[in-house]
């Protein structure tokens, strides 16, 4: 089995069809969405609608949950600068054409997806971490700190996003593999994506790059 991993897309619906154009040529059978699908960008809809046709697996972001879950009027009511009350502006548009529908597939959404591989280690997908959903897994972090929040229940193999810089890290015998963001990646200008490809024999990962200047245009 081949799976494209991707993370925090945002809504930003360009760079997903951009790194889907770069995927589709190297070819991949399923998605794996480590969370933070369709917020703050400018087409959370058709992010969320383009998933769906992919027939992606996706966990649970913390801005995923947030759309879903925060009352409207009381994010406005905590809006206290011309900033914060922009936000909140992007939120209750983003909401608005999101539909009730996808708000409550959103809210259903699991924080975490387990499966196993065929060589028998075990995938789990979260966006942040398996002990906390919330708190990201970076690549500045020391083994102990990682560790504890793999906590008690680990997988094998941790499929994760929301830190948006990628790496690969083993620890204690746990790969743990962050796949940085589609939509949101530091300095910008790029996607990034895992492939990860399973067989009896074990697993290789292959993350990419994505320059999505020239790709997305015209998309």
Request: glycine share 8%; with cysteine.
């Amino acid at each position: 089995m081949r799976f494209l991993c991707i993370s925090d897309v945002h809504g930003e619906l360009n760079a997903l069809r951009a790194v889907l154009a770069t995927a589709e040529r190297r070819g991949y059978q399923k998605i794996l969405v480590a969370g933070d699908l369709c917020f703050p960008g400018p087409e959370p809809l058709e992010t969320w609608r383009t998933l769906q046709r992919e027939q992606a697996i996706c966990v649970q972001g913390v801005t995923d949950k947030a759309l879903a879950t925060m009352d409207p009027a009381r994010l406005e009511e905590l809006a206290a600068d011309p900033a914060q009350k922009a936000i909140a502006r992007k939120f209750l548009e983003a909401r608005k054409a999101i539909g009730e529908l996808v708000l409550e597939r959103l809210r259903r959404l699991p924080t975490h997806h387990r499966m196993t591989l065929e060589d028998g280690r075990e995938l789990l997908l979260v966006h942040g971490s398996p002990e906390d959903p919330t708190e990201p897994i970076t690549h500045d972090l020391d083994d102990d700190e990682i560790l504890a929040l793999i906590g008690d229940d680990p997988a094998d193999v941790i499929v994760c996003g929301m830190a948006h810089t990628p790496f690969v890290r083993e620890v204690s015998d746990v790969t743990v593999i962050n796949v940085g963001s589609v939509g949101d990646a530091p300095g910008g200008g790029v996607g990034h994506a895992t492939f990860i490809e399973t067989s009896p024999q074990g697993i290789i990962i292959d993350p990419i790059t994505v320059p999505l200047d020239d790709l997305a245009v015209g998309m």
